[in-house]
């Protein structure tokens, strides 16, 4: 849905962007991260048609964002949530979203429709004529969410869609992002959020105005490093410690209080192979846990090599 | 150009410029002043040597305050764009609302337009009730004391249909180009006025020059004319997505 080959943008000297290749699948929901200034919103920019390219290519469906007509096909399927809301604060919610609809030529009827059905879903139908300047920041967002979703589009760029909310009205958002991802709406997510990202979406990219990693998050968090098991023990002898060690599959061991902490690439084939051996040899196993490196850590790793470079 | 959908923009800029007082309150208040002022100052002043002018000389002096009072009603179309137009626009830039609007499928062109037009049509529509209110009083002063409605005359009908409004159109222009260069409204009022100040003046000589003869009115409201589409392109060049997302802060 999503198609992007060595997308670059400059500003005078600054390169903003450089030489992004990227592919998103329709009903994908897919991450963007990445620190400030690494180049987001200007590859959401470039995408929507908004700001024009240095060189590189990109495709919103069956359309490049090169061509003027092409860019107006683009805009009526893409919905946008920039980093500022940027609703008219004098306007009630109601007559905001009529007004974008309106421009997003969506037929009376059908705007009415979804004005109300997308209010009522984010809570603010019984608020619809009070004027925007009046909300929270949260509700502000939501409306703003409803914006970008008037027009039904089949692509959504959401820039930083929980940025500045209180938790409850980001869980609010984040439900909502679940519910656009069950309606197979292809999400293009760009957040600082690093747990909102892993929970929300199927790939991540990491930009730093090159494209530095794009993976499943799973993915990205086993590729850094290897996978352990920690077994959990009431007590750990020598012996325990000395049959785990004999095993093949264990590349290394350690043990801390009554933990063993084993490194083991498999650990859905091993892991049973080592359990009956340690019970085996005596051992009352209380629980099995798997330690993994956070989407977090990753995500420093991989920034910090790119900056080195 | 789809009209209809700067027509979209123009009726949400009025619908949110109807809910701002100040707006409101220069729309109202300066066709009042400019339309009432003159023909009132002019009434006094006439009444008082009433009785030692001849019916001709009254004629010719109830003839020119139309002419003037038909320059003070350029003053309007000339003066109020730094006004609204920096509501429309600079509005626009402080509310962050300029990415989301752009990110419809509407034209950089459907959107000038639209937002012009939303500064343009008050701005008409309060010199035309300058007009009236002018119309108004010098025609009832003339008509009990000489028996003649002073208005409309040939060169008020050109004034207040064709200079004004080209007027208004060149001001409106002036203000866009003005609007990208600034980033708050009272910064674009000021800049606006300033850049309005000798705008009036021109069009001030203008105008007095146009009532010499049909053709030098004819002659002025061409160049007025011309001068109103070289700077539609001149704002159309600043008023670009790439421009307004990347250049205007």
């Known amino acids: ?309 | 150009m789809r009209l209809w959908k700067s027509w979209i923009v123009t009726q949400k800029d009025l619908s949110t410029m109807s809910k701002n007082k100040y707006v409101f309150y220069s729309l109202i208040g300066l066709p009042i002043l400019l339309g009432a002022l003159y023909p009132v100052t002019f009434i006094f002043a006439l009444n008082s040597q009433i009785a030692s002018l001849t019916h001709a000389q009254l004629l010719a002096a109830a003839n020119q305050s139309t002419d003037i009072a038909s320059i003070f009603l350029v003053i309007i179309p000339a003066f109020l764009p730094s006004y609204i137009a920096s509501y429309s626009f600079v509005g626009e830039k402080i509310e962050k609302s300029l990415e989301p609007l752009l990110a419809t499928p509407t034209t950089d062109g459907e959107l000038l337009l639209g937002k012009c037009l939303a500064a343009f049509l008050p701005c008409m529509g309060a010199t035309y009730v300058g007009a009236a209110i002018s119309a108004s009083i010098l025609d009832a002063w003339s008509y009990t004391r000489i028996g003649v409605f002073l208005i409309p005359n040939l060169y008020w009908i050109l004034t207040v249909i064709i200079i004004a409004p080209l007027a208004c159109v060149l001001s409106v222009e002036a203000n866009v180009i003005v609007s990208s260069k600034v980033n708050d409204i009272r910064a674009a009022q000021q800049l606006g006025g300033l850049v309005s100040l000798p705008l009036i003046i021109l069009i001030l000589v203008a105008v007095s020059s146009a009532q010499l003869s049909l053709l030098l009115a004819i002659l002025v409201s061409i160049i007025l004319a011309v001068a109103d589409v070289t700077l539609f392109y001149l704002s159309k060049e600043t008023f670009q997505r790439e421009e307004i997302l990347t250049k205007w802060k």
């Open chain 1, 1 to 309: 849905m999503i198609d992007a080959e060595n997308l670059t943008r400059k500003f005078g000297s600054l390169t903003a962007v450089e030489n992004v290749s990227l592919h998103v699948n329709e009903g994908e929901v897919f991450g963007f991260l990445g620190p400030n200034g690494a180049g987001k919103t200007t590859t959401i920019r470039m995408l929507c048609c908004l700001i024009g390219k240095t060189s590189g290519e990109a495709r919103i469906g069956n359309f490049s964002v090169d061509n003027e007509q092409d860019c107006l096909e683009i805009r009526k399927i893409v919905g946008l949530l920039p980093e500022n809301v940027g609703l008219y604060e004098n306007l009630s919610a109601y007559k905001n979203l009529d007004f974008y609809g309106k421009l997003y030529e969506v037929p009376a009827q059908k705007r009415q429709e979804n004005i109300e059905r997308l209010l009522r879903l984010l809570g603010i139908w019984e608020r619809r004529e009070d004027v925007v300047g009046t909300f929270s920041k949260g509700t502000k967002q939501k409306i703003a969410i409803a914006r970008a979703l008037i027009h039904e589009p089949k692509v959504l760029f959401l820039d930083e869609p929980t940025a500045n909310l209180d938790p409850e009205a980001a869980k609010t958002v984040r439900d909502f992002v679940l519910e656009l991802k069950k309606e197979k709406r292809t999400i293009f997510l760009n957040t600082h959020n690093l747990d909102e990202a892993e929970r929300l979406c199927d790939r991540i990219a990491i930009l730093k105005t090159k494209l530095v990693a794009v993976d499943s998050p799973k993915n990205l968090e086993h590729s850094l490093y290897n996978r352990r098991t920690i077994i959990h023990l009431e007590a750990v002898s020598d012996a325990m410690v000395a049959a785990v060690k004999e095993l093949g599959m264990v590349k290394n061991l350690r043990v801390t209080d009554s933990k063993l902490i084993l490194d083991i690439d498999n650990p859905e084939k091993d892991n049973p192979e080592v359990i009956r051996t340690i019970v085996k040899a005596g051992g009352n196993i209380q629980y099995v846990t798997e330690m993994r490196s956070t989407l977090e850590d990753v995500y420093l790793k991989l920034i910090r090599e790119a900056s080195a470079q």
